[in-house]
């Protein structure tokens, strides 16, 4: 009987680790529109799913680890899942405290969060465009520099097999 119960905690163990959770965010401005990073575009933000919490860069501060609650609190919530190992601590430790990118290159001396996400995930950077209403009178990085927004993301991983998307309004990784 202990082998049995041995074997269920470690099986339940495994499958609780077997999967990396990526969250969507759809932000709204001060009026109520939803903020378009591309034209067209839908996610304003995005964060991975580690052993402890949410992993995220958010203006102004630093890589860190946020909890469902703060995810809730910045907009609608789509969430991927991937049937691939999480993320240790060990792995995202190396970003955990590196400030905020607020010129969005692909750099590693400061952050952004899709740059985060991309760089934990292996996401190939893309040129980036920064044609959408959000960027109108303020130019973060020159155009067709590589790097990522939410929504190449979101594009990438609904295209890879791995990924089981499961639309919810937010989730607490495992």
Known sequence: MKTLFFILTLLTCLQASAEIRVAFIEMTDTRGRRVELEPGGRFAHVAVSTETGWLHAYPPGAVRIANEGELKAMGKITIITLDRPALTLRESHKFIGKAYDNTYSWSDDKIYSSELVGKLLNIEP?????????????????????????????????????????????????
Not at 136 to 151: C, F, H, I, W
Request: aromatic share 8%; glycine share 8%.
């Open 126 to 174: 893309l040129a980036m465009d920064f044609s959408g209403d959000y960027w109108r009178g303020r130019r973060p990085a020159p155009e067709q520099e590589k790097g990522l927004s939410p929504d190449d993301i979101y594009r990438s991983l609904s295209r890879q097999p791995s990924a089981l998307p499961k639309p919810k309004r937010a989730g607490t990784p495992k």
